[in-house]
């Protein structure tokens, strides 16, 4: 188990380092001056110069980069060039919304995606597998804006049940939750039909509806336990890609989390903020995977990591 979490480690620092590469050579080639943006269009070229002084972008690419690394293993991921705070910071206060809405998200389209897949497997060939799909097949395709703008529409405009945007807490993020959690169930529910049908078709499965157990235990207890890992490797890759920040959803409910910051960002050409972002997110997703992988040994004792 040691080596494997050695090479693990190795493998995620590389990984990590190889995607700061990326983001920091991809935000330095983009077209545009950040300092021009701060000071505006009547900026003079004295004070254009002193300001990127000031914050280093007159250096080489490869100082800029090195220093930048050698303060981010510190915990420093710079400052904002807009707001004056820690990128650090600006993660900390946003990340709690982000959070909750992954949590919730993820749970909602478990809960569906399971259930729809469970259905769709026992039942198989029939109008309900058909339909099942079908609506696992609406909720991957149908655009997270589209499902946003209709969710406002149809409950906070007309039925005025929930608000239409910000965050007031957790009834603010019910609509977000289910914006985001349809389009996961959708994904869950395919995998967990594919699943289960190479379950059900093993001989255990036979061996146990002939001594004459029940639907649920058949389904719940042998198929679905046995059916759930590459389900959960699934789950794990969506949660993690929801906590690194479900950007449109954020933006239409106008929500403050790490979604609606690196599309401000962006826009503003703040480089620390979106380098320290992206890395942030990164390195979320790498570690929800690792921790995905530690479950497998928990949900199959046959799993063993040496």
Same mark, same amino acid.
């Given at each position: *188990?040691?080596?494997? =979490?050695?090479?693990?480690?190795? +493998? *995620? @620092? ?5 995607? %700061? ?29 002193? =300001?990127?002084?000031?914050? !280093? ?18 915990? &420093? ?19 709690? @919304? +982000? ?10 389209? %478990? ?10 497997a026992v039942k198989k060939n029939t109008i309900l597998d058909q339909l099942a799909m079908l ?16 969710? @406002?529409?149809?409950? %906070? ?40 049908? &190479?379950?059900?078709?093993? #001989?255990?499965?036979? +061996? ?34 929801? *906590? ?6 954020? +933006?239409?409910?106008?929500?403050? !989390? ?8 962006? %826009?503003?050409? #703040? ?12 390195? *979320? ?8 992988? =530690?479950l497998y040994t928990k949900l199959d004792p046959r799993i063993q990591y040496e």
């Open positions: *188990m040691s080596s494997y =979490l050695f090479k693990r480690f190795t +493998t *995620m @620092i590389i990984t990590i380092v190889g995607v %700061s590469v990326l983001v920091f050579m991809i935000i330095h080639l983009i077209p545009g001056n950040p300092v021009s943006h701060i000071l505006g269009d009547y900026a003079t070229e004295e004070s254009i110069k002193e =300001l990127e002084m000031r914050l !280093g972008l007159d250096r080489p690419i490869l100082v800029q980069y090195f220093s930048y690394m050698f303060h981010a293993i510190q915990g &420093d991921l710079g400052t904002s060039f807009i707001t004056g705070y820690t990128v650090v910071e600006e993660i900390l206060n946003r990340i709690p @919304i +982000t959070a909750q809405l992954a949590l919730y998200s993820i749970i909602f389209g %478990s809960i569906i995606g399971i259930l729809i897949g469970v259905i769709a609506l696992a097949l609406v909720g991957i395709s149908a655009p997270g804006f589209w499902i946003a703008l209709f969710l @406002i529409l149809l409950f %906070s405009y007309q039925l005025s049940i929930f608000p239409i945007s910000g965050y007031s807490g957790f009834y603010s993020l019910i609509l977000p939750s289910i914006t985001l959690g349809l389009g996961t169930a959708g994904s869950i529910a395919r995998m967990t039909r594919s699943s289960m049908l &190479d379950v059900i078709k093993q #001989d255990y499965i036979r +061996t146990a509806k002939a001594k004459g157990a029940g639907l649920f235990r058949l389904v719940f207890m042998h198929s679905l336990q046995n059916a759930i890992i590459p389900v959960v490797t699934l789950i794990g890759m969506q949660f993690g890609y929801l *906590m690194a920040g479900a950007v449109v959803t954020e +933006t239409v409910f106008a929500l403050p !989390g790490l979604g609606s910051l690196i599309v401000s960002a962006i %826009s503003t050409r #703040d480089i620390p903020t979106v380098q320290g972002l992206l890395l942030f997110m990164a390195a *979320m997703i790498i570690i929800v995977n690792f921790v995905v992988d =530690l």
